[in-house]
């Protein structure tokens, strides 16, 4: 069965709607809408680097103190898993112009954009926010954070 970007943005946008920020779905997915248009929401690519960002957000949920691995991680997933085209790129900008539209543009969305930025340009998620953050118990080869596997289930295995 294929998750299309349509179904992947609502669910990152209840996510989003349950963090701290309290951002509703419905203003998430017009955030989208407006930039993209209903028809981008059947691209393989921007359906691909969709789901890479949303399940590193999940992960984010449910591993405290390891947001800005799972930000930068899923911004590195979406563009170095998803075939590196423009279509990627646009989509995990518009995850983050989004997010920080609905959020404010205070300090922590300009310290989220800078970490956005650098998992688009391919940097070392693990070393700068694993290995150099001793707050952040997660272990990308076990998919374990704080002895407890936080997998999400069926959005990875689902490339078809």
Not at 65 to 80: D, L, R, S, T, V
Request: charged share 20%; proline share 2%; aromatic share 14%.
């Amino acid at each position: 069965m294929h998750v299309s970007l349509l179904v992947v943005a609502v669910f990152y946008a209840i996510t989003v709607s349950h963090s701290t920020a309290h951002v509703q779905w419905g203003d998430f997915m017009q955030c989208l809408q407006r930039r993209f248009g209903r028809s981008f929401f059947q691209e393989q690519h921007a359906d691909c680097a969709a789901r890479k960002l949303f399940v590193n957000y999940r992960r984010s949920m449910y591993c405290h103190n390891c947001n800005a691995y799972f930000h930068c991680q899923g911004n590195y997933e979406a563009i170095y898993d998803c075939q590196r085209d423009g279509r990627a790129q646009e989509v995990a900008e518009a995850f983050s112009d989004c997010r920080e539209h609905l959020e404010g543009s205070g300090s922590d969305n300009f310290v989220y954009n800078e970490i956005d930025l650098y998992g688009r340009q391919g940097g070392n998620c693990t070393q700068a926010y694993l290995i150099d953050s001793p707050r952040c118990h997660y272990n990308p080869a076990t998919v374990v954070c704080n002895n407890t596997r936080i997998e999400p289930e069926s959005f990875e295995e689902d490339e078809s």
